[in-house]
């Protein structure tokens, strides 16, 4: 995950200054040294991570922090609020032209995810009820189109790679392939471009003779986050000569330091917009500055897991759920269904790192390696059993416990904890759901 290295060394940082109890300037100064070097071994820009100290420690040792009661929480708050800034503040999305299609390019290095993230973009766009349609202007490379079309089929939207006429012109595929997308009724185009290895003028040259004559409402900078301080200087480059409207940083499940999405809006003066998080197609995730400082600082990322929970759910399944779990009638089958559907979110230690009040943050994950295997066990367990098992778990005695683990391919203590587990949920949702309304946050402690 990105920014793990970075996220347990600010931790580190802040609980031993949230250790002291009331602070001087020289504790402050002591612990934003430290953060200055979390920042500079994440791989932030120097001239970065010197201005944003200097912004910090303006504020931190003020008057106000120092004298307040809890001036560590103070501080962390600051630095939160900075790095928030630091990365571009709100988030951005999309600017959808007034009148569609919205053109959309999409430029970069070769390797950097190009052809993948439109592909994911038109998915995102597609969920959300628009009509995305994906144009191939990446003719060089030979399987580049043919990448685009399977991709395309995936998610299920025309994908347009120029006709005859084109003969191998990127740029006028480019323009026949929006041209024919308007004809068909797209509301947003997605122009995939020819990357090369490193940035050079011919290719330059191309692009910008493509976005003249598609006249894009967008040019969005693909860049790849596990190239560190290189993608930067890409950043750089591109800038100078495309007037983007925006970045994508892709790869940032395998990049541990985290450095390029902290410092590419510094650098470029452009938001980012997205992040990749993974290969498939789905794995594309607006980019939210003040959820990722508070990521960052141990405090959770609750509104992205919701929004995942939300796509992830079937509305309709999470409904008759609760009105289970209400009714007392909660069964295996429908422990299984939650599984399910809990499954379809994510890989499971990504899920629990967006969750706030983890003693240690993220960081304390590490060693919890949560086993999918366990899960695909209990998935098999729950499928041994008849239909009326599954609703009445009591009659499963002796001889059908032994039948059920044979049945998984497991051990009968396999099948002993499951049933236990279930139990101790539904003792546990019925207490739930039977509690007076608010009673539930009282125990928890707010
Ligand atoms: P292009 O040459 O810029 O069009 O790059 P591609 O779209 O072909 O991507 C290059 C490789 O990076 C492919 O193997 C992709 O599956 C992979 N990739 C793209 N985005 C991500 C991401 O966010 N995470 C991971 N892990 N891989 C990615």
Do not use: W
Request: proline fraction near 4%; include cysteine.
């Amino acid at each position: 995950m990105a920014f793990e290295r970075l996220s347990e060394r600010l931790q580190a940082v802040f609980r031993q200054l949230s250790g002291r109890g009331k602070l001087g300037e020289r504790d402050v100064d002591e612990a934003l040294r430290e953060v200055r070097r979390a920042l500079l071994e994440a791989d932030v820009h120097f001239r970065v991570v010197k201005e944003v100290l200097e912004r910090i420690r303006a504020r931190a040792v003020g008057e106000e922090v120092l004298s307040s009661l809890t001036p560590a929480q103070q501080v962390i708050r600051i630095v939160r609020d900075e790095l928030t800034e630091l990365m571009g503040g709100a988030n951005q999305g999309i600017a959808f032209a007034p009148q569609p299609p919205t053109v959309i390019l999409l430029c970069g290095l070769q390797g950097s995810g190009k052809t993948t993230t439109a592909a994911k973009l038109a998915f995102r766009l597609k969920q959300q009820g628009r009509r995305p349609h994906l144009v191939a202007g990446d003719l060089y490379r030979p399987a580049a189109v043919e990448q685009l079309q399977v991709l395309a089929r995936q998610v299920g939207v025309p994908c347009h790679t120029g006709g005859p006429q084109a003969a191998g012109d990127a740029v006028e595929a480019a323009a026949q392939g929006v041209a024919a997308a308007t004809e068909q009724g797209a509301d947003a185009v997605l122009v995939d471009t020819a990357g090369r290895l490193q940035v050079d003028a011919e290719m330059m040259e191309e692009l910008r003779r493509t976005r003249d004559r598609v006249k894009p409402h967008e040019v969005l900078l693909v860049l790849d986050a596990m190239t560190g301080q290189e993608a930067l200087n890409v950043a750089r480059a591109f800038q100078e000569e495309m007037e983007l409207t925006g970045l994508v940083l892709t790869k940032t499940d395998g990049d541990a330091r985290g450095g390029a999405a902290l410092s590419a809006r510094a650098v470029t003066g452009r938001p980012i917009k997205f992040v990749g998080t993974g290969e498939r197609v789905e794995q594309l995730e607006p980019f939210h500055p003040d959820r990722m400082a508070s990521r960052i600082l141990g405090m959770g990322d609750v509104l992205t897991l919701i929004e995942r929970a939300e796509s992830a759910m079937d509305q309709k399944e999470a409904q008759r759920l609760t009105e289970r779990i209400r009714e007392a009638h909660f069964t295996l089958e429908d422990f299984l269904e939650q599984l399910r559907q809990v499954r379809k979110m994510g890989p499971m230690d990504e899920i629990l790192g967006m969750l706030p009040g983890l003693p240690g943050g993220a960081g304390s994950l590490k060693g919890l390696q949560v086993d999918e295997r366990e899960l695909g066990r209990v998935e098999a367990i729950i499928q041994s059993m008849t239909p009326q098992e599954r609703r009445n778990p009591q009659i499963i005695d002796g001889s059908r416990r032994r039948r059920i683990a044979r049945g998984s391919g497991t051990q009968v203590q396999d099948v002993n904890r499951l049933l236990k587990q279930f139990e101790q949920t539904r003792t546990l949702l019925r207490q739930v759901a039977g509690a007076p309304l608010g009673a539930g946050r009282k125990a928890s402690g707010g």
